[in-house]
């Protein structure tokens, strides 16, 4: 497939709420899959609007419109991976599960389980996580929770480095075929976040950066994964991209916001010369 007489480089469904803040959602998807080379079409479930202090107010979209919107990307466009962030409510997760189940069932899908923003603000409801063990995540290439997340998923308290990695392990029982745990919520000058899957369990870990520029780092990262698993990399070395693509995001980060601020989505990108 080309564009522009240009090849583009693996084709990434994205599910997830809008972002009017720009950080996170669906504008962070975006611009990290076209950073990273892909091509990023979208299916929105929600409109927030949030600034860097977090969500002030959420607009639900209808699940069938959302549906709608899948069935029109993949009819024409298709895709080689498909990203699903926030989704709202039980209604949402059925008809997602529904589409992908009549229409992508081979295409690899990295789940990341929005539950909370930075915030605070809910923003999946507490009733639906039965549905999205039950209907989503069984059928992920790889589900990418961070720690709060993943103690919701698997129930239990994530104290230690230990149960870090016996969690991650865990999760492998609900179905899906990878987890990537991140850790980032552990206190330290060391994050560790780790890969867990049948074929075993690497931890990575690298240094942290003190910075309040860290709004949308989920959603980006999610992303990469995804990006790089739909340009035919490996699930570890997708990972392993979209962790060096974060970790300079958040180093170069722009100083926008008064709260938690936005990642540099653009550093992969040389900047044109501007026309005197």
């Known amino acids: 497939m080309t564009v522009l007489g240009g090849p583009v480089q693996g084709r990434v469904l994205i599910v997830a709420g809008s972002d009017s803040g720009g950080g996170a959602g669906v504008q962070a998807d ?9 091509f990023a079409a979208s299916a929105v479930t929600a409109l927030t609007a949030q600034d860097t202090f977090g969500v002030h107010e959420v607009l639900p979209v209808e699940p069938t419109f959302v549906a709608r919107q899948i069935e029109l990307v993949l009819a024409d466009i298709g895709a080689d991976a498909i990203k699903t962030g926030m989704l709202c ?3 949402v997760i059925d008809a997602v599960a529904d589409v992908l189940g009549r ?3 081979d295409v690899p899908l990295v789940l990341d389980p929005v539950m909370v ?4 603000r809910q923003l999946l409801d507490r009733n ?4 999205l063990k039950r209907r989503l995540i069984l059928r992920a ?3 990418t929770p961070n720690l709060p997340e993943a103690e919701v998923l698997a129930d239990c308290a994530i104290e ?8 991650a392990q865990g999760l492998l029982a609900l179905g899906c075929k990878a987890v990537f745990l991140k850790g980032g919520h552990f206190p330290g000058r060391t994050v560790a976040d780790v890969l867990a899957s049948a074929d075993g369990v690497e931890v990575f870990e690298y240094p942290r950066i003190e910075t309040n520029n860290t709004h949308g780092t989920g959603c980006t990262l999610a992303s990469a994964i995804a990006t790089g698993l739909a340009q035919g990399l490996s699930l570890r070395d997708s990972v392993a991209r979209a962790r060096a693509y974060v970790q300079e995001a958040i180093r170069t980060a722009p100083a926008i916001g008064h709260g938690h601020g936005p990642l540099n989505h653009g550093h992969t990108v040389r900047p044109f010369g501007i026309p005197k």
């Open 117 to 120: 923003a930075k915030g605070g």
């Open 160 to 167: 230690t480095r230990e149960a870090l990695i016996d969690t």
């Open 103 to 105: 229409m992508a069932r």
């Open 30 to 38: 975006i611009k990290t899959v076209t950073a990273l080379g892909g």
């Open 89 to 91: 409510d039980a209604g």
């Open 141 to 143: 290439r790889v589900i």
């Open 128 to 131: 639906a996580v039965a549905s």
